[in-house]
């Protein structure tokens, strides 16, 4: 028994005697009668204060809130500090384990995979904030509910009976149809199980982008392939030709031939510029030398069909040369391809807002605004004849991308139906040399 029990004992027994003790002293002095009357008068008081003392403490356990005990006599007292220590131990662990559960429950929050717990039955035990996006429901509503009637799905409740654990079940929900989801399951135990959710959405448009790359290259290739074979099989098959006849077909062969050189060649410098992040090396280009150089090359292009205008007022850019020269190079081809004869082309360099400005201006065909964000995927093309037929690959654009991508410089495209393009390369201060 507890100090406090024994004690409350001892003052009852203490109590009861001495009422015995008043009895017998008062029955000697006053008669039996008053003595038993006595006996009892102080008995009853006795039992009325253990009475009130019993519901004053009952009164304090039943209220949870109450603040302290309230002050009772000592073995009373004792008591109830005892039931209060009790209390507040209590109160204390349940405090850690408030603590513990919400740290616990904000980790898995921020887990980007979605978690649930399932019951035998496929009912939502508990969940975190990722299960909840990726599935399209509300834990605070749906815990408890049937997954596999919350998520409406073909195979979806199959799976969840009898998954594969080879491969994933890939979810599309009803309202984030550009996304996709990988779900697993593990078990947890006879009764319970783990729905792990991955969001997939980047990786399957990464394969898709690599196979519709695959098909595309396929597809550039095969056409050459397919014409220059046809004139083998023709001249394999001994048939009579004019000599020029025979020119006209070499010619064809070899304008083929170079096509698919140029395709090899820029797949080539597309995957050399995805391999690293970095220029191999930087050194300071002349900018004026290299505008002199383009403006040759877009001459022999151009066969004088257009008038090219060149101006080169800004200072040295730092960058690696080769790099530069087939970016710039690039937008000039495609000014002089995408200009009719007798247009204007117009190249400079120069400072602006602290930024180093290289653009190529042309009075050519323009470009629908609704074409201008996918220029410069790769073999993006607005019109895929003209394009073709002028020898191009339809790569260029996503090699100027990538180069001014490791130059920390932006393309700025602005075009107009039938007045012309401007291809503007800005680059940051850092990378021009400040003038003597
Ligand atoms: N200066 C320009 N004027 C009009 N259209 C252009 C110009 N430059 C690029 N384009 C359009 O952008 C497309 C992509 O360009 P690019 O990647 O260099 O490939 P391509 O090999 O076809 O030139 C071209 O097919 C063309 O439709
Ligand atoms: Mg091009």
Request: charged share 20%; hydrophobic share 45%.
């Amino acid at each position: 028994m507890s100090p406090a029990g024994k004690s409350s004992i001892r003052l009852l027994i203490g109590g009861v005697l001495a009422s015995i003790g008043l009895g017998l002293l008062l029955g000697a002095l006053a008669g039996t009668l008053a003595g038993w009357a006595a006996a009892a008068i102080v008995l009853l008081l006795l039992v009325l204060w253990q009475t009130r003392q019993l519901l004053t403490l009952a009164d304090w356990l039943q209220a949870p809130d109450a603040p302290g005990p309230p002050v009772l006599p000592s073995a009373w007292q004792r008591m109830l500090l005892q039931r209060s220590d009790d209390r507040r131990r209590t109160a204390a662990t349940l405090r850690k384990v408030e603590a513990h559960l919400r740290s616990f429950t904000e980790a898995m929050n921020a887990v980007p995979d979605g978690l649930l717990i399932l019951d035998a039955g496929q009912c939502i035990q508990w969940g975190n904030r990722a299960a909840e996006a990726h599935l399209d429901i509300d834990l605070a509503r749906d815990t408890g509910e049937s997954v596999e009637r919350l998520v409406r799905n073909p195979g979806f409740g199959n799976y969840l009976r009898e998954p594969d654990p080879q491969s994933p079940f890939i979810l599309q929900t009803a309202t984030a149809r550009t996304r996709l989801y990988a779900l697993r399951v593990v078990p947890l135990s006879e009764l319970s199980k783990l729905l792990i959710s991955i969001d997939v959405t980047d990786v399957r448009r990464l394969e898709a982008m690599r196979s519709e790359f695959v098909a595309n290259v396929s597809h550039e290739l095969r056409t050459p392939l397919t014409v220059v074979s046809g004139f083998l099989e023709h001249f394999a098959n001994g048939n009579a030709m004019t000599s020029e006849q025979q020119q006209h077909f070499s010619r064809l062969m070899s304008d083929q031939t170079a096509r698919m050189l140029s395709l090899v060649d820029d797949l080539l410098t597309l995957s050399r510029l995805e391999a690293e992040d970095a220029p191999a090396s930087e050194e300071t280009v002349n900018m004026a030398d290299l505008l002199q150089q383009l403006q040759s090359e877009a001459q022999s292009l151009s066969e004088q069909a257009h008038r090219l205008e060149m101006r080169c007022d800004g200072p040295a850019l730092r960058g690696n040369r080769k790099e530069l020269h087939s970016a710039f190079g690039n937008l000039v081809s495609n000014a002089i391809r995408y200009t009719p004869a007798g247009g204007t082309i117009r190249i400079n360099w120069r400072v602006s807002d602290g930024l180093g400005i290289f653009a190529v201006h042309d009075s050519g065909v323009g470009i629908a605004a609704e074409h201008l964000p996918r220029l410069t995927e790769r073999f993006y093309r607005v019109d895929r004849g003209r394009s073709r037929d002028t020898g191009g690959t339809g790569l260029g654009l996503a090699i100027v991308k990538h180069i001014l991508l490791r130059h920390q410089a932006t393309l700025v495209i602005e075009s107009q139906i039938g007045q012309g393009s401007t291809f503007r390369a800005e680059f940051p201060a850092w990378r021009l040399q400040a003038p003597d």
